[in-house]
């Protein structure tokens, strides 16, 4: 005791923390085993989501689609893309006896048919009993009672259609139960649909305790806290405890196209070339080197260096690098944030907290993704554009600077080109000669085309398109009206903006991991109440124009293009490829956070400022924790 006497008041400070977590974690684990001995057998049902069954095949090939999820809609897990496709998978039975099995399925309109076998032998085969029942109902079917020995079994599942009907029927679970009474429910409840994972469900708490204890631990320093740069220090290190907390929870290939980013690494480090964009699936080789190579470039050096450990190994050594990127990212937006309001504390701490704890952005920062570096290089570049406005008057070194920003962020991913007419542009608005406009421009367009020329130059040898697109669309078999089947399939307007919205907050895995209605729903609320405080904001502006400076003005219209820009760009490359997940806004992050602090500062923030900042910050932090904890780790326990 007289040695801690001793010591300076923060590190006492420190040291009590660490106990205090440390007592925290040792509680919790010893909680937690005990609810191991006391989890209920379920044993009795067998759940097999459909994403899990390993094989994919029919008349056409592989003629399932996996992971599609529409929006407003049930999740849909395998949906039937030609006559005859079956799916498969092998299930253990624990003991032998009488075992009913269900099927969650939805039909095509009245044509569809889903007939399900065991070992060979047909089960049972439904329809939709000419009902007309649209692929978004989903409803569970008795197939009725099989006898099963024990030990391994395989189920097959074959969709089909009528002669004017369209093979889309969808999949979405079975069940295999002994309980013949057993009926189950439209929405499967949390942690009832794992059988007899509960332990494995515990088991795997107990190693999020220590992230998860430190990101509590550190989430109560910044209520305490009062000074901005110890609060940014301190919301860095809860991002980095949410995305280690990401990190362990998330299987390899748990996001989109992560396989494919990391295969293109590998072909690049092991053949010391870049791959070339194939026109089938079949072949061997990376589907998505239509991609830029910047990102897969940067990441070869580790790859290399540590090879000797395996790729498991190497996966989270490069996952670790898009947690750095995303915290340079958050440096960032802070950046931003203090240079257009220096003197507010709730708008700067508020806007780098938005980023920071986005749960989906969180989450993409913790998996291997060329979304990573883009947000990186097009932030950065905002930054840079921002702060340099107001400079010399022929500030042409400047401008070669933004010029190889773009061609980088280019090279990265081409959602950048939102930037080339948002830096042009700026340089016409601070320019009143034409002459100072087109030697800028000049400059600018020069320094895009030193870095990231090459690239559009070798496409267009290889493939005749500047992008690669020609290819891109071969491999995929994109139809040409895929914006109008996807439009048509999210229900219009009002489901496809709810599946932009519910990616760009909270929707992970291969965008089928859901949390509640009811989250979504508060999600959606506290938007409109930013909004609204936009709109007011705005307002009250135009009616006072002292309350910003002129640099103040510019720099939020600068922001604001930034947005429409990348909107404009975005739903181009939908029209032409038909998705729009709401990580495609990410290179726009900084704006989208500034003004959605600004929003909620003006309906809510003016009044107790310091407290609606630490509920904004708390919100989102365990926002955070409860899609970890209640959705992902959950999901992710049944296809381990």
């Not at 970890?628 to 296809?639: A, D, K, Q, S």
């Amino acid at each position: 005791m007289r040695r801690l006497d001793k010591l300076p008041q923060n590190a006492k400070a420190v040291f009590s923390l660490i106990s205090i977590g440390i007592a925290l974690t040792l509680f919790e684990y010893l909680i937690l085993g005990y609810a191991e001995t006391r989890t209920p057998d379920n044993s009795a049902h067998i759940w097999l989501e459909a994403e899990s069954f390993d094989g994919l095949g029919g008349d056409m090939g592989q003629s399932w689609m996996k992971e599609w999820t529409p929006a407003n809609s049930g999740d849909f897990d395998l949906v039937s893309t030609a006559p005859n496709a079956e799916a498969w998978r092998t299930i253990t039975i624990p003991s032998e006896g009488e075992y009913r099995v269900w099927g969650r399925v939805g039909y095509n309109y009245d044509h569809g048919w889903v007939t399900t076998h065991i070992d060979g032998q047909i089960v049972s085969r439904t329809s939709c009993d000419d009902d007309r029942v649209s692929q978004r109902t989903l409803r569970w079917a008795d197939y009725g009672v099989v006898h099963l020995e024990e030990g391994e079994h395989t189920i097959t599942v074959t969709a089909g259609h009528g002669e004017e009907g369209h093979p889309w029927n969808v999949l979405d679970v079975l069940l295999v139960t002994r309980d013949s009474s057993f009926e189950p429910p439209d929405r499967v409840p949390f942690l009832g649909k794992y059988g007899g994972n509960y332990s494995a469900y515990l088991g795997a708490l107990k190693g999020l305790l220590i992230p998860g204890n430190a990101c509590l631990i550190l989430l109560f320093l910044f209520l305490r806290e009062k000074g901005r740069a110890r609060r940014l220090r301190l919301l860095l290190g809860i991002y980095l405890c949410l995305a280690i907390l990401q990190l362990i929870v998330t299987p390899f290939n748990g996001a989109p196209d992560e396989w494919s980013h990391f295969q293109y690494v590998k072909y690049i480090a092991e053949n010391l070339s870049l791959p070339l964009q194939p026109r089938s699936p079949a072949s061997n080789v990376v589907g998505i080197a239509h991609n830029p190579p910047l990102y897969y470039l940067a990441l070869v050096p580790l790859y290399t260096a540590f090879d000797f450990l395996g790729e498991e190994s190497i996966v989270y050594l490069l996952r670790s690098i898009s947690i750095a990127m995303g915290g340079i990212t958050i440096l960032f937006v802070y950046r931003i944030a203090q240079l257009i309001f220096p003197q507010s504390d709730f708008i700067v701490l508020g806007s780098t907290a938005f980023v920071a704890l986005l749960p989906q952005f969180v989450f993409h920062h913790s998996t291997i993704t060329n979304d990573t570096l883009v947000t990186l290089l097009s932030t950065g570049t905002l930054y840079l554009a921002l702060r340099y406005r107001g400079g010399p008057s022929r500030p042409y070194r400047r401008d070669m600077f933004l010029g190889v920003l773009i061609g980088l962020a280019l090279l990265a991913k081409y959602f950048s080109f939102f930037l080339i007419p948002l830096v042009l542009l700026a340089v016409w608005i601070e320019e009143r000669s034409l002459i100072a406009r087109a030697k800028r421009w000049l400059f600018i367009l020069l320094g895009i085309a030193l870095t990231s020329g090459w690239w559009f130059v070798r496409n267009y040898l290889i493939y005749g398109d500047v992008l690669a697109n020609n290819r891109w669309r071969e491999y995929y078999a994109t139809p040409s009206d895929i914006a109008k089947i996807v439009w048509d399939h999210y229900g219009g307007l009002v489901g496809f903006s709810n599946r932009t919205f519910a990616t760009f907050w909270a929707d992970f895995g291969w965008y089928k991991i859901h949390v509640a209605e009811s989250i979504y729903l508060a999600l959606w609320a506290v938007t409109l109440l930013s909004f609204l405080g936009v709109v007011s904001f705005v307002v009250k502006n135009r009616r006072n124009e002292t309350l910003l400076s002129k640099r103040q003005k510019l720099q939020l219209w600068y922001l604001w293009l930034a947005f429409l820009s990348l909107l404009c760009l975005l739903w181009l490359v939908f029209m032409h490829e038909g998705g729009l997940p709401g990580r495609r806004f990410f290179p726009a992050i900084s704006a989208i956070a500034l003004f959605f602090t600004l929003g909620i500062q003006e309906t809510v923030g003016r009044l107790r400022p310091a407290l609606v900042l630490n509920c904004m910050v708390s919100g989102l932090t365990l926002l955070n924790i409860i899609c970890i904890v209640f959705y992902i780790l959950p999901y992710w326990i049944i296809h381990s």
